[in-house]
């Protein structure tokens, strides 16, 4: 009684709160403010977010959209608007050559981040696994341990092309898990998957009636002519998984909100009706625009391609040739590059932000095994990208010690 705080009794946080770190790019963006705020002229490779403006075609579908007063109220339509379903599947059908069911097959989300987040709430029960890449988007392990359940930690290895090892995952863990997520084309490192791999996948899942969530937020992004399969492309694979994409990257959209779920059946459903439950839908008239961008012209999406592909180029050789080396991604707008010795991925990216003033993510912000990295994002904020990659090497090479 006599030990409450003056101004009244304090507020409680949820121990599923407070057990959970910072997200990691709140803190990034707290460093970030901290150099800019002492004058560094900042080259920031840290978030992932395209530099780069919507395409003038969505831009005007959703001016249009916003015009008519139907789309200013409750998206009351379920899994989403049906010509947005639509979009999505004849998306599919071209891209992928997958046929989907719009009714049953497609969910509308308020971006991946969102879809990716609520699975875990609709499918896993206190004392369950959740299987999860490490190093990972920090979101599957957090929505996991909010949902009350168990993390195992699955981890993807320079060596084996960072693919998971099925095989060497605890039997415990398994017999346990209902839910394992993956991401391919891979953010952090920007790996790809093949069709070997996902049949592999598809026979485990089935084996051990665990659901793959293959998030594909990044599909889109792939360079020097290789082009992103889908899981479901694998027979059986509807059985046993779902895809979530994002128009944010494909079509530089992050702040609109807007992605998909694809895949299982019963999945979808059961997503949907948790999404019901805390959700009221996405804006009518951005879902109208996502109509105009995934049915639209595609060259936006080829140009992005370019436009990174060159970037990618400009970092990579030119890190090269001060003696730093990286593989070149083949998909992601992100470089994935080992520390030099010496250096945890902290110190890496503190040296580079102290001494050239260069904003990376610290490889182990991903996961343990993420140790011994750094996150190069390609999406640099500002104006003169290229330039200011060419100006980030050269003061890489005259202020960091890299041997
Ligand atoms: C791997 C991965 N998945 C999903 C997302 C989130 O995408 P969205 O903007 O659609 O929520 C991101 C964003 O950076 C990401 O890196």
């Known amino acids: ?97 997958v046929e989907l069911d719009a009714d049953r097959e497609v969910l509308r989300l308020i971006g991946a981040k969102e879809g990716l987040a609520h ?12 299987l999860v890449p490490d190093p990972a988007y920090p979101v599957y392990k957090v929505a996991s341990m909010f949902a009350g359940a168990e993390v195992e930690f699955v981890p993807l290895m320079e060596d084996a092309g960072y693919l998971p090892d099925l095989a060497a995952i605890p039997k415990e863990a398994v017999k346990r898990a209902r839910l394992m997520y993956l991401c391919y084309p891979n953010m952090p490192t920007g790996a ?55 128009l944010s990257k494909t079509y530089n959209m992050t702040g609109w909100r807007l992605g998909f779920a694809v895949g299982n059946a019963q999945a979808i459903d059961t997503l949907e009706k948790f999404k019901s439950n805390v959700d009221s839908g996405a804006f009518l008239a951005i879902q109208r625009a996502g109509v105009a961008a995934l049915a639209g012209p595609q060259e936006c999406v080829a140009k992005m391609r370019g436009i990174y592909q060159k970037r990618r180029d400009l970092l990579v050789d030119g890190l090269a040739g001060i003696g730093w080396q990286m593989p070149k991604p083949r998909a992601t707008c992100y470089v994935w590059a080992p520390v030099p010795q010496g250096y945890t991925s902290a110190e890496m990216a503190e040296t580079l932000l102290r001494e050239a003033a260069v904003l990376v993510t610290p490889g182990s912000a991903y996961g343990e095994k993420g140790e011994g990295y750094v996150r190069f994002s390609l999406t640099v904020q500002g104006e003169r990208q290229e330039d200011r990659i060419v100006e980030a090497v050269s003061r890489i090479k005259e202020k960091v010690r890299l041997a």
């Open 119 to 130: 699975l875990a709430w609709a499918v896993l029960n206190p004392g369950d696994v959740a």
């Open 1 to 97: 009684m006599g030990d409450e705080p003056k101004g009244g009794r304090q507020m409680q946080v949820a121990d599923r709160l407070l057990n959970t770190p910072p997200y990691p790019f709140a803190e990034l963006g707290m460093l970030k403010r901290k150099a800019i705020e002492g004058g560094a002229d900042l080259i920031d490779f840290g978030i992932g977010d395209p530099d780069q403006p919507t395409p003038a075609h969505i831009v005007e579908a959703l001016r249009e959209a916003a015009r008519d007063p139907v789309t200013h109220q409750y998206d009351e339509t379920g899994k989403g608007l049906p010509e947005f379903r639509k979009a999505v599947a004849s998306w599919y059908a071209r891209r992928f050559g």
């Open 192 to 246: 790809v998957a093949e069709s070997d791999f996902y049949e592999r996948l598809v026979d485990f899942a089935r084996d051990t009636e665990i659901l793959i969530c293959l998030d594909m937020a990044y599909s889109e992004l792939c360079y020097d002519g290789y082009e992103t399969q889908s899981l479901l492309q694998v027979k059986g694979a509807k059985d046993v998984a779902i895809e979530i994409h994002s």
